[in-house]
């Protein structure tokens, strides 16, 4: 192994904690040592640092012959580890009111000022939901969407497009049944990206969680006719408790959830709540948004 390598893969090390012996001792392997010095860095405040030194790492073994297959092996695996704890972290932005922005759902109202008004609102999750647009305008406003749920310190949802999820660093990726797979899906995302899929019920919950996403969404919960949904059958609020109780994951409860519903929703269990002609079709979309979040507030503290 090259100096280099072996540079890269002490600091490396270093990010590792020291709980996760097995990681350590593989890292010792290559290196020839089982002494590798304890963990000194803050794991939590460095882990996209942590993932570039994994990715240069693998990058230097193909660039060589590519037949150092023991270490490709082993830094893949601390890679995937890394990745997993970043993806913990974005999960926990999936809560509270979230909101699809569709440019054909708006009610006339400029995607990019929907979302600000719906952000002033205390909506946590945007995704931007785009059948209309060709890609370059869809790239453009994802842009620009991102740039806003940054500044408040929202999560962003790129609906279906892997491929500009990955360009605008999307914190989810969100796909339904019919939509790329989860795992090829996987393989274009950066590492750190999370993935959000649809589902009818428990039976495609549990087949979703198999394939590694990061949230489910659930529904429809009640008869809805957005985004072309009318044919789903209302699975009703005890269908969120259900898959609850099976999952570690956050639950996003979607389809035909009004204001005079939603305290049924958060009740039965969910961790985020999924709104769109509510907010976006109402006249005043940040009053609209505010009276939703001040209702998930008073419930979530009750």
């Not at 860095?41 to 994994?54: D, F, G, H, P, R």
């Amino acid at each position: 192994m090259s100096e280099l390598l072996v540079s890269i893969c002490r600091e490396i090390s270093d990010f590792i904690p020291d709980t996760e012996k097995d990681l350590k001792t593989e890292l010792g392997s290559i290196l020839g040592t089982n002494n590798l010095s304890k963990s000194s860095t803050s794991v939590a405040k460095k882990l996209e640092k942590a993932l570039n030194l994994c990715a240069a790492v693998l990058t230097i073994i193909e660039m060589d012959d590519g037949s150092n297959e023991k270490t490709k092996e082993i830094i893949s695996k601390i890679e995937n580890y890394f990745s997993l704890q970043v993806r913990l972290t974005i999960r926990n932005k999936m809560e509270g009111i979230y909101i699809i922005v569709d440019p054909e759902a708006t009610n006339k109202v400029d995607v990019y000022d929907m979302t600000k008004s719906s952000l002033e609102g205390g909506v946590k999750v945007v995704q931007y939901r785009d059948k209309l647009n060709d890609r370059a305008p869809f790239l453009e406003n994802c842009y620009k969407i991102k740039e806003l749920c940054d500044q408040y310190n929202a999560a962003f949802v790129v609906n279906d497009a892997v491929d500009i999820a990955k360009l605008t660093e999307a914190d989810f990726l969100h796909v339904g049944q019919s939509d790329m797979p989860v795992e090829e899906a996987r393989r274009i995302l950066k590492p750190s990206q999370c993935i959000g899929r649809s589902n009818g019920g428990v039976l495609e919950s549990t087949e979703s969680e198999e394939f590694g996403v990061d949230y489910l969404a659930v529904g429809a919960i009640y008869a809805t006719s957005t985004m072309g949904k009318s044919a789903r059958n209302p699975l009703g609020p005890s269908m969120i408790t259900k898959v609850k109780s099976q999952t570690g994951l956050p639950i996003v409860a979607i389809g035909g959830i009004t204001i005079e519903n939603l305290p049924d929703v958060i009740q039965a269990g969910a961790d985020s709540v999924c709104m769109v002609s509510a907010i976006t079709m109402s006249e005043d979309p940040e009053a609209s948004a505010r009276k939703l979040v001040n209702i998930w507030d008073t419930f979530k503290q009750n």
